[in-house]
């Protein structure tokens, strides 16, 4: 049974670790645990739900669907990230956000991409939600990063080992911080993306300062560095 599976108790080391920072995201939260709850593996795994200081009813979802919640004194989404792997066991770090939904073979499609390609780190292909202005980055995401010499793992779809993850110093507090997360992981270990593996997120942030803004960052910056081995 899923829930079964789902690992919280002290003397069970999950494999992994799904690590979900959510600020006053009660609408979207549930079926994000949801999906984490169904999916199809016998590998042990747990949820880490990282609280912005909610004024909603984020923590009692959170707590009612199983999972290990710590709140977060301040604001910003790469403390908060990086706040939920302090506490993480797993072997493995899945960061994904309160409005991403994975499907049933995630775990495992993803544990057995990084070990048959060698990797500490990968993403995937992602479907944007919402308003149709999201579907340039959704390209982008797509098309683009997995390109990149050193690929952009989007924070609301990062799949990196512990290890890896302390190496690169983890998500710094700045802007773009899954953008300057990925450029360090790419200094110190092999990424790259799961080209089988579909999950699907929220476009509704799409015009806020964070993920979005890397469209731009690399046309400016790195669009010389695209390699052609797609």
Known sequence: MADERASTASDCAPTASFVVPARNEADYLPATLASIRELETDEPYEVVVVDGESNDCTVDVAEAKGARVYHQN????????????????????????????????????MLGFVEREGLDGASSRCRLTGPRRAKPMEWTINYVFPRLLRPVLPGFNCFVHREAYRDAGGFPDVPNEDTAFSRRLGRVAETGYCPRVLVESSGRRIADVGLTGTLYHYLRLDWGRVTTDY
Request: aromatic share 8%; glycine share 14%.
């Open 74 to 109: 301040g604001r910003g989404i790469g403390p908060a990230r990086d706040l939920g792997a302090t506490h993480a066991r797993g072997d493995w770090l899945a960061f994904v956000d309160a409005d991403t939904v994975v499907r049933p073979e995630y775990l495992d499609a």
